[in-house]
């Protein structure tokens, strides 16, 4: 057996914070207790500083063609990147492929992850096309660990939208199979006309991705999918939230006592649009666009309010190579950042730091409500006993700048080159290994297991009860 206790510290959970020692026995949590006067194979000295559920990152795209390239990071550099900044869970996004499989699909994001994820793994399937198989496969697929669907209302070129009739249907059989829908919501045709307009005056540059798609492209979307999900009586929540208009409309469905919520990324939270007028615009290029400040706002009120309930990183990162594929178009620059290394340091120095979130609302959108929402609560998500030993160790004093040197994804940049976060994770824990100190991370690739999720009991995601 092996055994490890963090002592000292202060344990944050989605709804306390005590003084306590931890102990975990085989990588499961097995006693707290204010003072352990006991001996463990590991202990970790937490005194000053916080211990907190290892971060649950539920939007991971590790290894994924995409936009005729393929994300930078694996699922061994960017499960590192991940436990570097204290996430223990990533939830990756399997792709169908065009007229395939889900099963095959799901098969395949196994190989890619097995024997070099660094810390646990669950997978959420893109819902490519309507197929003769793929609605039967559904259950299926939930059975084999993934309750989890992601379906698109753009990317009509790339060949991932699917029209409202497929979306519908594929809603209601997801629910009534126990499982979550997620929505990329921006309005293909408004911004494919958008898209087009400027190509037709020679606007090429980065700047033109963002004004193609102004608010009202996602707000459009968000409230589609909203009228269809109330039509089928289905859980969804929308995924990457950008702007103060769909963070409303989620607000106001919720209110109205609809199974629904939003998922923001922390670029969305620092930066504003100003980010495509400067030279390196196309490092910055994802969908949604990154909005105004005051969709920044919007989105930071949410968080604070429970309408945005969790912070993924849809971490999708290119080399400044593959970035310039599209530095005459801007339609070929492949959409996505690194970020999942920075969920908690940023969250804790912006959410914390500067009082707009507790300690346990950081804990909650960190950690808590993804497990919820993914169903692998309470095995993950929080610090009790019988919970796996997920934890991490949070100096609130560290300040550190995240350059490209610093972080661990597998570019040759960084978007937050700039930013010094006051606070940052100093161990990482994953089932009572420590899998990072002081910024090393020491796990051997393929430790990390899969994590199935099953269907939700009685059909409610429990982050709805
Ligand atoms: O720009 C993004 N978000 N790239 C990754 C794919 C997606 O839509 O999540
Ligand atoms: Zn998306
Ligand atoms: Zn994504």
Known sequence: MTSLIVKNGTVVTASESFRADVKAEDGVITKIASSMDEDADRMVDARGKLVVPGGIDGHTHFEMPFMGTTTADDFESGTVSAAAGGVTTVVDFAVQQKGGSLLEALESWHSKARGKAVVDYGFHMIFRDLNAGTMGEIRRVMAAGVNT????????????????GEIAEV???????????????????????????????????????LL????????????????????????????????????????????SGLPVFAETCPHYLVFNDSVYRREDAAHFVMSPPIKAEEDRLALWQGLIDGDVKTVGSDHADFTREQKALGKDDFTKIPNGVAGTEVILPLLYSEGVGKGRLSVNRFVQVTSTNAARAYNIFPRKGTIAVGSDADMVVIDPDRKVRLTADFLHAKIDYSIYEDYVTQGYPVATISRGEVVMEENQVVARPGRGSFVPRGPFPGNRCPLFA
Do not use: C
């Open 149 to 164: 669907f992601k379906m698109f209302t753009t990317y009509r070129r790339e060949g991932l939208m699917l029209d409202d």
């Open 171 to 209: 809603m209601k059989e997801v629910s009534s199979a126990g499982g979550l829908v997620a929505i990329h919501a921006e309005s293909n045709w408004l911004a494919e006309r958008n898209v087009q307009s400027f190509l037709g005056q020679g606007k090429t540059a980065a700047l033109y991705h």
């Open 212 to 255: 193609s798609k102004p608010q009202i492209v996602e707000g459009e979307a968000v409230q589609r999918a909203i009228t269809l999900a109330r039509y089928v009586g289905a859980s969804m929540y929308i995924v990457h939230l950008s702007s103060r208009m769909g963070r409303e409309l989620v607000r106001e469905a919720r209110l």
